[in-house]
């Protein structure tokens, strides 16, 4: 059970679950204030992003077991706590559990359901084929993350309203991949990264100019549907210039410090969550 639990990586499923409910609530522009059917309906598509992260998340070790060897020894497939087949079964579980939640969700959302379809896609893609193909792979797990606001925007009717986040996500993801393909380069086997194939001076600009976009775009909710001068627009600007700032720390020491820039990155995109959610209050 522990490591099964390990597999699906709770930290990450409680974000994705967590995005999904800040992308719904700054959709709707109406607070927490949503009525019961909205509530749940959002709620139920967080449960889903959640399950399908999951499964992502067992998928994505199983294809990385011989890497995994090297980089990361401690993890569940490699030190033996959970069998491959285990994890193909869990898997599994985790994508038919994340669909049938849905379900009730995609009935009256048809956006709901095409981006679920796509995710799914995605992530299957990702391990087959792309993940070894470097920068393909980097911007299809940029995708899939700019999805969790996507889907939760999806749930409450308006994900049109949720672009700019999305955008932001993709771009801060794709900076936080390109890291970690550095950090990964010696075990990395069979894959044609960013760093392996152009070098670690080149991963390390794309990083940074990554994080350079997500900043410029942080501003796009004010040229588009919020005042600058509401309660709202102050707290969006204060919390996401808090975490621009952070984001900058996250690629200062490129390509030293890997380890520490990953983490720092991780701890912007939580500081962004907080700004997004100010919007739901506009």
Known sequence: ?????????????????????????????????????????????????????????????????EGDRLNHPDRPLVTGEVTPSGARTLTLALFTAGVVVAVPVALRELWVGVILVVAIAGLVAYERWWKARGLVGNLTVGGLTAMVFLYGGAAVGRPVYVLPFAAMALLATLSREVIKDTEDIAGDTGRSTVPKVHGVATASRLARASVVAAIALSVTPFLWYLDPRSAAGIAYAAVVALADLVFVVSVAWLPRRLRFE?????????????????????
Do not use: H, Y
Request: positive net charge; glycine residues 12%.
């Open 262 to 282: 990953q983490t720092v990155s991780k701890g912007a995109m939580a500081i962004a969550l907080g700004a997004f959610l100010a919007v739901a209050f506009r």
């Open 1 to 65: 059970m522990r490591g099964g639990l390990r597999l699906v990586r709770p930290a990450n499923v409680l974000v994705s679950f967590v995005g999904t409910v800040v992308g719904g609530l700054a959709a709707a522009a109406l607070g927490f204030e949503l009525g019961r059917l909205a509530w749940t309906l959002l709620l139920l598509a967080s449960l889903s992003t959640a399950l399908v992260t999951a499964a992502g998340n067992v998928l994505n070790d199983l294809g990385d077991l």
